[in-house]
């Protein structure tokens, strides 16, 4: 979908969405429509008990006087509560009004709001950025869809006053929407499509970006002596890969050293040998959701020319039972010297971070490390699917991620870390053991990830198990893959990390 920004003008076809805010106050533009109207819009409102609160919409249809199709009145409830999230949530909620009825195109009106904190040009720009998140579709695989179920809108225009301004700004968001686009369709994707070697391939994509892009597979990463990664893997026909990925934002001979983001990237989970119940394992295609939300980082990272050295790096694998399949009670020796008796072959994910944290931090030494995975069911049952689970060992580091989250509606809720957890992972025939009791398991795989963290290394871990699907639609998120990490990493480098 093309987005365009324009000087404020009415269209003479097609749908006008504006915005009403709280108590039925009209803003300019709807002001307008209903002066040419003959009061349409305030009748309308109050025969639909329409009061302009967040959430609120009513649509007329081929409105006397206007040349439109239709009008949308989108409700944006209390001025001075209306934020860039509320801004996204309008262009979302014009978006999903406008896309399905025929038309090509649409006009979202965009007024200055007082009382507002933002400018208009601010949430011209954020109202493009919502309607295009709300626009994602995956639908490549449909070949009997009825071409009257699918959206029809192509083009959208933002008319609004100081249009090159809010272009300005829309530009980098409009990089970023290109990177949870790409993670979307990477969790979309069956695991018949997307497996270790074919999702290597689709991170070496970022090269033509500017991005570094390095694949090591089995015979190197055994060199590396990478054997809980690997034992993961042993079951699967499809061989694993390590993909290395470097921005290098702030010139071509960096200095000093980078921050990191480490995904998990499980492209089918069966569980192994402690194989999962059938019931919904469908689900396990996107048990690679962290590796997808890296990459798609990195390509948002690199598309707006984020000045910021960073490093991401994703460890794939397929976890299969078959006759060479890791079993419970074995024993593997990890990149950095310490074993792990493998107590249960369903929580892998951990095994292959540990690897990759360490590789890491052995290659390119961060001074800041922040893994993401779909690593544990416990912490859904902790959370829902309303907060990812956040873990760190540096509160700055955590306080920074809270707010980054916070400022673009996906959530974290910090969780414990301490040593009566660190101990329930103790192994009696090595250095540790993959899981602790039935009790706290997220908590005790989060401490088995610290115990691959060096002294010097600011790190969090980010369980996104509950948020990297949704099986129903948001105001920016529509159901499926959520790419939730993507806008919360990306707007974590570019308030602390950026030079």
């Known amino acids: 979908m093309k987005i365009r920004f324009a000087s404020p003008t009415l269209p003479k076809a097609n749908p006008l969405v504006v915005g009403v805010l709280a108590d039925r106050k009209l803003l300019d533009t709807a002001q307008q429509v209903d002066e040419i109207t003959g009061g349409a819009v305030g009748r309308a409102m109050k025969a639909g008990r329409f009061r302009g609160d967040s959430g609120q919409s009513l649509t007329i249809l081929a409105p006397a006087g206007t040349g439109a199709s239709r009008v949308v009145l989108i409700g944006l409830g209390d001025p001075a509560k209306f934020n860039r999230l509320a801004a996204q949530a309008f262009g979302g909620a014009a978006y999903r009004h406008v896309s399905g009825h025929g038309n090509k195109t649409a006009t979202i009106a965009v007024?200055?709001?007082?009382?507002?904190?933002?400018?208009?040009?601010?949430?011209?720009?954020?109202?493009?950025?919502?309607?295009?998140?709300?626009?994602?579709?995956?639908?490549?695989?449909?070949?009997?869809?009825?071409?009257?179920?699918?959206?029809?809108?192509?083009?959208?225009?933002?008319?609004?006053?100081?249009?090159?301004?809010?272009?300005?700004?829309?530009?980098?968001?409009?990089?970023?929407?290109?990177?949870?686009?790409?993670?979307?369709?990477?969790?979309?994707?069956?695991?018949n499509v997307i497996y270790p070697a074919t999702l290597a391939k689709e991170a070496e994509t970022l090269a033509t970006m500017g991005v570094k892009v390095q694949v090591l597979d089995e015979k190197r990463m055994a060199r590396l002596k990478m054997g809980a990664l690997l034992g993961v893997a042993q079951g699967s026909a499809h061989q694993p890969r390590l993909v290395v990925l470097r921005w290098d934002g702030t010139g071509n001979a960096p200095s000093g050293r980078p921050i990191a983001f480490i995904g998990k990237g499980v492209t089918f989970d069966t569980g192994g040998i402690s194989i999962k119940p059938s019931a919904n394992m469908e689900d396990m295609k996107w048990d690679m959701g962290g590796s997808a939300v890296v990459l798609g980082l990195m390509k948002a990272l690199a598309g707006r020319k984020a000045k910021v050295n960073a490093v991401g790096i994703v460890g794939l694998v397929e976890n299969m039972p078959s006759g060479t399949a890791q079993r419970p009670g074995d024993v593997v020796h990890t990149m950095s010297g310490q074993t792990v008796e493998v107590i249960n072959t369903d929580a892998e994910g951990r095994l292959v971070l540990a690897d990759a944290m360490w590789y890491c931090q052995d290659r390119f030494k961060p001074h800041t490390m922040i893994d993401l995975a779909t690593l544990t069911g416990a912490i859904i049952v902790a959370l829902g699917h309303h907060n990812a689970g956040l873990f760190a060992n540096d509160d700055e580091l955590a306080g920074r991620l809270a707010g980054a989250a916070e400022a673009v509606g996906e959530p974290v809720w910090r969780m414990p870390l301490g040593d009566a957890y660190n101990k329930m992972i103790d192994s009696d025939i090595a250095d540790m053991k993959n899981v602790g009791s039935r009790w706290g398991g997220a908590v005790t795989a989060a401490q088995f990830l610290n115990r691959f963290v060096k002294d010097d290394v600011k790190w969090a871990h980010l369980d996104i198990a509950g948020v990297t699907w949704s099986n129903k639609s948001a105001a920016t998120v529509p159901k499926g893959g959520t790419a939730f990490g993507v806008r919360l990493l990306d707007r974590l480098v570019s308030e602390h990390y950026e030079s």
Do not use: C, M, Q
């Open 111 to 191: 007024d200055a709001i007082e009382g507002a904190d933002l400018g208009g040009s601010d949430i011209a720009a954020n109202v493009a950025y919502g309607a295009r998140l709300a626009s994602y579709r995956f639908d490549k695989y449909r070949t009997r869809e009825k071409p009257d179920a699918k959206p029809s809108l192509d083009g959208l225009t933002i008319s609004t006053d100081g249009a090159a301004a809010a272009r300005r700004l829309w530009r980098p968001l409009d990089k970023i929407a290109d990177g949870v686009f790409f993670t979307r369709d990477l969790v979309s994707e069956p695991a």
